[in-house]
């Protein structure tokens, strides 16, 4: 139902976002040419996740954070892709399978970081005061807890548009693939 936009056929309002995503990656993911349909999604989303990728939580802590909302949503493309960030980024591959299973991290801080992420998603943000307490205890700030409110919203547009334009794995992340259990 949704078409794959290639520069040529995209709405001309989002054929600059669709430049820059294919000149930083090398190509022209498949989500983006869906994602295009929308020129505001596109960019909405190009810039909430830019803004996500300058917070103060390291880069692999921000990669839980959307690994956790990703699979949580079962957006196969967006576990894919950022289970190949993880790697890029040298994370050990217990932790990447662990996210990828949904199951507890063997690393205490991120673990913390997992389960406060989904314990915002569950309660629509109304964390009880134990739980930001242990998150703050885990070596977070409040500010890391406002920014993982950014992550989630960032990752659940992206996982929401993906899995509704039913947007397809490149080839270039074929070695990820990930399917829902």
């Not at 056929?9 to 995503?21: E, K």
């Not at 990703?70 to 289970?83: F, S």
């Not at 314990?119 to 964390?127: D, K, M, P």
């Not at 807890?145 to 993906?162: C, D």
Request: net charge negative; with cysteine.
């Amino acid at each position: 139902m949704f078409v794959d936009h290639t520069l040529e056929t995209a709405p001309p309002a989002s054929r600059r976002a669709m430049t820059g995503v294919s000149e930083k990656m090398g190509y022209l993911p498949a989500p983006v040419g869906r994602l295009a349909e929308s020129p505001q999604l596109l960019d909405g989303f190009l810039k909430i996740s830019a803004l996500f990728e300058a917070t103060s939580l390291e880069p692999v802590a921000r990669e839980v954070v959307i690994l956790t909302v990703a699979t949580r949503n079962g957006c196969e493309v967006c576990v894919a892709m950022h289970t190949a960030k993880l790697a890029a980024l040298g994370a050990s591959p217990s932790l990447v399978a662990a996210l990828r299973e949904q199951r507890p991290l063997d690393d205490e801080r991120l673990e913390v970081l997992r389960i406060f992420t989904l314990e915002v998603i569950a309660t629509a943000g109304a964390v009880d005061d134990d739980m930001l307490r242990a998150f703050l205890a885990g070596g977070f700030t409040r500010r890391n807890a406002l920014e993982v409110v950014l992550g989630i919203g960032a990752y659940t547009t992206s996982t929401l548009a993906n899995r509704l334009t039913r947007a397809p794995l490149d080839g270039q992340l074929a070695d990820f693939a990930w399917r829902e259990s």
